[in-house]
């Protein structure tokens, strides 16, 4: 039997420029309207803030080895970018700023 999900099968699609046209069209309405329903829903990342550590330090007038204590304590929660890299919502800051949790 033929394993048709290896990458190096020799398979050829041969299609007309206006069935390609026809077939982007149709997968990008698609998107849309998928998109679309989906903006009902809130994204909790869109409209909200992140700094880098150094900007929260500065913000906050503490020190690195400060911030990882909070974040550690649960004070301050941070988000991680990459393998190194952490940010903060400036939200959360701005709230512990404030005395609120």
């Known amino acids: 039997m033929k394993d048709f999900n290896t990458p ?7 299609m007309s420029r206006a069935d390609l046209t026809a077939l982007v069209e149709e997968l990008t309405s698609r998107m849309s ?3 679309n329903e989906q903006e009902d829903e809130p ?4 409209n909200e803030r992140y700094v880098t550590r150094r900007e929260a330090c500065n913000l ?9 204590r909070w ?31």
């Open 60 to 68: 906050l007038h503490v020190d690195f080895t400060t911030l990882w």
């Open 71 to 101: 974040n550690k304590a649960g004070l301050l929660c941070c988000k991680k970018v990459g393998p190194r890299r952490v940010m903060y919502k400036y939200s959360d800051i701005m709230k512990l700023i404030n005395g609120q949790k």
């Open 33 to 35: 309207t998928s998109r």
């Open 43 to 46: 994204l909790e990342y869109e």
């Open 8 to 14: 190096l099968n020799n398979q050829v699609v041969v």
